[in-house]
């Protein structure tokens, strides 16, 4: 059974750029949550998706990102125009139910920079 | 914001039992502690969470006090492996609550 994956591993691109960060959550799990982590910082909540809908988008910059979990396919987390600031790495978790904290599995993240 | 305060960073030695603190004095009733931990760079791995009693998994052993107030995560014999950011969180279960991590406290194990 395997984990949670994020692709790409490293995404580097120029400012004003557009990223796409990709999620497939684990086989069964419905859920899928993803944080951002700064350097040297603990990881922030962005947002909560089940399958087609948007649960929790507070922990979102309100501007330049968006994400969806569609039916069919992985979680994306896109960035339009990407500024220096967006740099970080993006983890994506996933778990099999609502509020099931002890069952977050994450992946091994997405590195972010722009150049 | 977190709701927990941990030390930002202690030291073990290999095949000592490392001893994690953390407070959460405004915990309410029905929230659990959890415990989390991210070895450098990559994403967060689950430990062990309980409620009110002592809880002991494979990885490790949750003490918490018996005002809630407080907590201490337990490494048996750590190991260099261990060597990771711990992260002390109280959360809800059910419904769709998220887990908020802190700033976390860095364990090194020394050999």
């Known amino acids: 059974n395997a984990g949670v994956m994020q692709n790409p591993r490293h995404l580097v691109r120029r400012r004003g750029q557009e990223a796409r960060l990709r999620c497939s959550p684990m086989k069964g799990h419905s859920h899928v949550y993803w944080y951002r982590q700064l350097p040297e910082e603990g990881l922030k909540f962005m947002v909560y998706l089940q399958k087609e809908n948007i649960i929790d988008e507070s922990g979102m910059p309100k501007e330049r990102f968006s994400a969806e979990f569609p039916k069919e396919g992985p979680s994306i987390l896109r960035i339009q125009q990407v500024v220096r600031g967006d740099s970080a790495a993006y983890f994506c978790?996933?778990?099999?139910?609502?509020?099931?904290?002890?069952?977050?599995?994450f992946g091994s993240g997405t590195q972010l920079s722009v150049l | 914001d977190a709701k927990t305060t941990q030390p930002p960073s202690m030291d073990c030695a290999e095949g000592r039992a490392a001893n994690l603190p953390c407070n959460h004095s405004?915990?309410?009733?029905?929230?659990?502690v959890y415990w989390y931990r991210q070895i450098h760079s990559q994403g967060p791995q689950y430990i062990i969470h309980g409620l009110k009693n002592n809880e002991t998994n494979e990885m490790a052993s949750l003490i918490i006090t018996e005002d809630r107030k407080s907590s201490t995560l337990i490494l048996p014999h750590a190991t260099l492996r261990d060597t990771a950011v711990y992260y002390c969180i109280v959360s809800y279960q059910g419904g769709s609550e998220k887990l908020v991590f802190g700033k976390g406290m860095k364990l090194t194990v020394n050999p």
């Open positions: 978790a996933s778990s099999p139910a609502a509020g099931m904290n002890e069952k977050l599995f």
């Open positions: 405004t915990i309410s009733g029905n929230e659990y």
